[in-house]
């Protein structure tokens, strides 16, 4: 996610990147969207995606910017490394000719050549390029430690966030919640589950099994395959089809229970959050951006991705908070469906319902924790240093593993870790980061290539004011995070 220069991987088209796109951008964050958009209010929820969506969109633009940049950089250094070789090459092949040997015929003829045939478009993105690499191109010694320490930031968030997602849902499932008459009661965590087993009790005993399943995969190497990627995306969309198609029903048949308030300025900052977290995909660009075909449609490939999943949100979030009462909404959406027969009366669906996300998100934790231990190898790597066994094998899985464990066995308030993550490392990697990895970019171009060379990739807000505005919002956006958490604490 964050390393280097990288295999640009299996070429496809526009149209299969736009669905690769919509796909890693609606992810376990849409989960969480309905609940926030209750709290808030429908118009002030409707107001901020729209705006919010609009600004991962520029950041986006700034990001595939950026990767062109990266590629025109090493492209530029490349080419005078091979001129200065091919100087040194016809610097020895006179110093022969003045002895008398003649070895012309062993020399590539259009070495010398190479640079004057043909117009070369510096540009071109041919080059995986990632976010980590392009950081160690454009910022400093501390830059580059700060985008490391967000992104762990973020990923021991992610963690936190798909330890707590699993155990929950096995835990709504086993507890026997899915039962006819549960829709309309909110349960407790001191509420019995099973025999003298509490629900809080059967969430750390299912969280303590995800732990020893999955977390020995932190120790080695896992790579989500190609069909497990489409068995996970087309379990995902049948989910999110379902419970916007039976939500629609309710209401078109006049049961909905929801009567959400227009607008509630308290509810704000979870939203920010969550939103924040659903629209992120910056740090996985240059995986998806790169093997892309023919890359001349990248802008309008963009554009109308993020018209699909804001309409797309809007949808399943409008249909939930109308469909259902607010105060019962859970924090994973698809709860909603395996407690209430007057929705889903078919046992099947409501147990596949509340067990997708056990099966989505376990295949992905593993991922999400070799990215982790691999930042963190990067963040404290060393030229020319190796880690000792120990160090490699056990203490970076360690310390990647037991954080987001240990914050999971504290809370499963899904909702707030969501909100929390997506608003404080979120708001680095979608905002100030693409910001400014386009801002030295454009710097570092100019004394290498000039004016005259135009970024074909640049940003449609190619003006230096975006950029400083991006990192203005991001600003006054974790202060006001930051004094509302504060403010609620002290009413505690």
Known sequence: MAGGITE??????PYVGLVYMFNLIVGTGALTMPKAFAQAGWAVSLALISFLAFMSYMTTTFVIEAMAAANAQLRWKRREQEEVQDND??????DDDVRGRSEPETRPILSV??????????FDIVERVEMGQMASMFFNKVGVNMFYICMVVY???????????VPISLMEVACGNHSCSAGSVKYDDTDLCWGPVTRKDAYKVFLSI????????VFFDAQKTKYLQILTSLMRWIAFTMMIILALIRIGKGRGEGHPRIAQISGVPNLFGVCVYSFMCQHSLPSLVTPISDKRRVGTLVVCDYVLILGFYGLLSFTAIFCFDSSLLHDMYTLNFTDNCDVLDIPALR?????FPVFTISTNFPIIAVTLRNNWKTLFHRDGGTYPWVVDRIVFPLITLVPPIIVAFCTHNLESLVGITGAYAGTGIQYVIPALLVYFGRRHLVPMLGTDEVNKHQSPFRHTFWVWFVVVWATFCLMFV???IILEDTKK
Do not use: C, K, W
Request: avoid cysteine; glycine fraction near 14%.
């Open 8 to 13: 640009t991987g299996e070429l496809y088209s």
């Open 89 to 94: 090459s016809i610097s020895d092949y006179s």
């Open 113 to 122: 050549q190479r640079t004057g045939g043909g117009h070369v478009d510096h």
């Open 155 to 165: 990923l021991y968030g992610d963690l936190a966030i798909y330890a707590a997602a």
């Open 210 to 217: 995800f732990t020893l399943m999955l977390g020995p995969f």
């Open 351 to 355: 147990y596949f319902l509340g067990l």
């Open 482 to 484: 930051t004094a509302n």
